[in-house]
């Protein structure tokens, strides 16, 4: 195990390229993908769907169906390039260092054993300790989740939980083997709204706590707003964005992530936060454009969109876009922002809600 400082990413992937046999032949359905996640740092996937943020979290896990492949890239994490692993060096990472929480816990709660006999066997793979001690940290884990009687949950199977129970359960799960970076994968989207905040909440705090990372994969942009520190939205396969969480919505730089924004709900209409629709769809032969994949839809297009691949470029300190007018100030709606004050907003935001769950935790 490699110890990271605060700067250091935990998570750095380069030039990511996945490909897929498909009728048509192979297709490269995400390419030229690049992002760090930092020790401690939430990062948020936005994007509507099928722009490539659960095959780029595969792609991580090994876990790409078989007619996926990594075509292109590295993944560096504690040192090692993942991409480069066996299967069984794999196995040393996945459900370990870097764990992944699903949509729906029962895909990872083994059905025939005890909550608290898998949470055990999580503890005990990755320390030398008594079944009784490992017990005893089962149950303490429990009880940061959430759960009210942890010793009864022990005893439990996944099927006689409910699913808020059930989220919770398997959140222990992923935190028995004390991994570095977690995955969610539109984790909570099953549930219902109020527990679906909690479930959040305490992922955010256990990140704070731990200084675990996390990797957030979601359609709601109002859970990016309250949970992620950084932010890259995707569109058909490629990155157009990635900046911090307090500069995405104060100075989007990306049409695409401008009209994003324009779909979340006011306050008072609070009820459903998914996406409402941009006008158009997400064309479904993305790989086959050869300009500006976003062009179909976007109000800001011109001749020269469509004439060349857009590339990722930073506009500042804070923004990288991957869009002609943006990178050449043309867009009215892109208006210059204080990278140093976000950044300063941000740590601030952080010690701010370290400080309040110090304070919860200790009384
Ligand atoms: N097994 C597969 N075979 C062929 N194409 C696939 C396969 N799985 C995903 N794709 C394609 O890869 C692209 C990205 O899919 P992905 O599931 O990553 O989208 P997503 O952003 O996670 O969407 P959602 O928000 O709906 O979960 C889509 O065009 C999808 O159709
Ligand atoms: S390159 Fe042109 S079409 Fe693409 S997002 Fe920018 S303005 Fe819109
Ligand atoms: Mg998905």
Same mark, same amino acid.
């Given at each position: 195990?490699?110890?990271?400082?605060?700067?250091?990413?935990?998570?750095?992937?380069?030039?990511?390229?996945?490909?897929?046999?498909?009728?048509?032949?192979?297709?490269?359905?995400?390419?030229?993908?690049?992002?760090?996640?930092?020790?401690?740092?939430?990062?948020?996937?936005?994007?509507?769907?099928?722009?490539?943020?659960?095959?780029?979290?595969?792609?991580?896990?090994?876990?790409?169906?078989?007619?996926?492949?990594?075509?292109?890239?590295? +993944?560096?994490?504690?040192?090692?390039?993942?991409?480069?692993?066996?299967?069984?060096?794999?196995?040393?990472?996945?459900?370990?260092?870097?764990?992944?929480?699903?949509?729906?816990?029962?895909?990872?709660?083994?059905?025939?054993?005890?909550?608290?006999?898998?949470?055990?066997?999580?503890?005990?793979?990755?320390?030398?300790?008594?079944? +009784?001690?490992?017990?005893?940290?089962?149950?303490?884990?429990?009880?940061?989740?959430?759960?009210?009687?942890?010793?009864?949950? %022990?005893?439990?199977?996944?099927?006689? %939980?409910?699913?808020?129970?059930?989220?919770?359960?398997?959140?222990?799960?992923?935190?028995?083997?004390?991994?570095?970076?977690?995955?969610? !994968?539109?984790?909570?989207?099953?549930?219902?709204?109020?527990?679906?905040?909690?479930?959040?909440?305490?992922?955010?705090?256990?990140?704070?706590?731990?200084?675990?990372?996390?990797?957030?994969?979601?359609?709601?942009?109002? %859970?990016?707003?309250?949970?992620?520190?950084?932010?890259?939205?995707?569109?058909?396969?490629?990155?157009?964005?990635?900046?911090?969480?307090?500069?995405?919505?104060?100075?989007?730089?990306?049409?695409?992530?401008?009209?994003?924004?324009?779909?979340?709900?006011?306050?008072?209409? !609070?009820?459903?936060?998914?996406?409402?629709?941009?006008?158009?769809?997400?064309?479904? !032969?993305?790989?086959?454009?050869?300009?500006?994949?976003?062009?179909?839809?976007?109000?800001?297009?011109?001749?020269?969109?469509?004439?060349?691949?857009?590339?990722?470029?930073?506009?500042?300190?804070?923004?990288?876009?991957?869009?002609?007018?943006?990178?050449?100030?043309?867009?009215?709606?892109?208006?210059?922002?204080?990278?140093?004050?976000?950044?300063?907003? %941000?740590?601030?935001?952080?010690?701010?809600?370290?400080?309040?769950?110090?304070?919860?935790?200790?009384?």
């Amino acid at each position: 195990m490699m110890a990271t400082g605060h700067n250091e990413p935990v998570l750095s992937v380069r030039d990511l390229a996945i490909s897929f046999k498909t009728e048509q032949g192979e297709r490269i359905l995400l390419r030229d993908a690049s992002f760090e996640v930092k020790r401690g740092e939430v990062l948020g996937i936005v994007g509507e769907s099928g722009s490539g943020k659960s095959i780029t979290a595969l792609s991580l896990m090994g876990l790409l169906p078989v007619s996926g492949r990594v075509s292109h890239g590295e +993944a560096w994490f504690e040192g090692q390039d993942l991409f480069t692993l066996s299967p069984r060096q794999l196995d040393r990472i996945r459900g370990k260092r870097i764990a992944m929480i699903f949509q729906d816990a029962l895909t990872s709660l083994n059905p025939v054993f005890t909550i608290g006999n898998q949470i055990v066997e999580g503890i005990r793979a990755h320390q030398d300790i008594s079944k +009784a001690q490992a017990t005893q940290q089962a149950a303490q884990l429990l009880s940061r989740v959430g759960m009210a009687d942890p010793d009864n949950v %022990l005893g439990q199977y996944a099927h006689m %939980l409910s699913g808020g129970m059930r989220q919770r359960a398997m959140i222990a799960m992923a935190l028995a083997s004390e991994p570095a970076l977690i995955i969610a !994968d539109e984790a909570t989207s099953s549930l219902d709204v109020t527990i679906q905040a909690q479930i959040m909440h305490l992922l955010r705090e256990l990140s704070l706590e731990r200084d675990m990372s996390v990797l957030l994969i979601t359609h709601d942009i109002g %859970l990016i707003a309250q949970m992620a520190d950084k932010v890259i939205v995707m569109y058909a396969g490629e990155i157009v964005e990635n900046t911090d969480v307090f500069t995405l919505f104060e100075a989007p730089g990306h049409p695409y992530t401008r009209a994003l924004l324009e779909t979340v709900p006011s306050i008072e209409d !609070d009820k459903d936060r998914e996406l409402q629709a941009i006008p158009g769809v997400v064309p479904e !032969d993305y790989d086959a454009i050869s300009g500006c994949r976003f062009a179909g839809r976007c109000a800001y297009v011109e001749p020269k969109c469509r004439e060349s691949r857009q590339i990722m470029l930073p506009l500042d300190k804070c923004r990288q876009v991957r869009c002609i007018r943006a990178q050449n100030n043309e867009l009215e709606f892109v208006h210059s922002t204080q990278c140093e004050a976000s950044k300063i907003a %941000l740590a601030r935001r952080k010690q701010e809600a370290k400080a309040k769950l110090s304070e919860r935790l200790r009384t």
